[in-house]
């Protein structure tokens, strides 16, 4: 059974820090591309990053750019978010999903594995 678990979420002051993990079972996820999306209260799921097995391809939507970082240990099959100068507007539930390599990343339903969420709350 795949599962994707998400941890680290929180609450954290704007400017401030959090990191995000998400635990991969049940397969192999070579050749899986990584990403993390998020769903703020009332709207729809958005893309945030993405990162291929071997590390070559990086993806972050531009709202992120300069502020969050993903990054993977395969060997742990464990893919991180850190997001850095956090801001109100990135409050959001964040889940972690998987997708075989020359998918289009930014689109959820492109997924085939999904975590369960972690909250993520920017206070002003």
């Known amino acids: 059974q795949v599962q994707l678990v998400e941890s680290g979420g929180g609450l954290v002051q704007a400017g401030g820090s959090l990191r995000l993990a998400c635990a991969a079972s049940?397969?192999?996820?070579?050749?899986?591309?990584m990403g993390w999306f998020r769903q703020a209260p009332g709207k729809e799921r958005m893309f945030v990053a993405a990162?291929?097995?071997?590390?070559?391809?990086?993806y972050y939507t531009d709202s992120v750019k300069g502020r969050f970082t993903i990054s993977r240990d395969n060997a742990k099959n464990t893919v991180y978010l850190q997001m850095d100068n956090l801001k109100p507007d990135d409050t959001a539930v964040y889940y972690c999903?998987?997708?075989?390599?020359?998918?289009?990343?930014?689109?959820?339903?492109?997924?085939?594995?999904w975590g369960q969420g972690t909250q993520v709350t920017v206070s002003s």
């Open positions: 999903a998987a997708v075989l390599e020359g998918s289009d990343v930014t689109t959820g339903s492109n997924y085939d594995y």
């Open positions: 990162r291929s097995w071997s590390g070559r391809d990086t």
């Open positions: 049940g397969r192999s996820f070579i050749r899986y591309v």
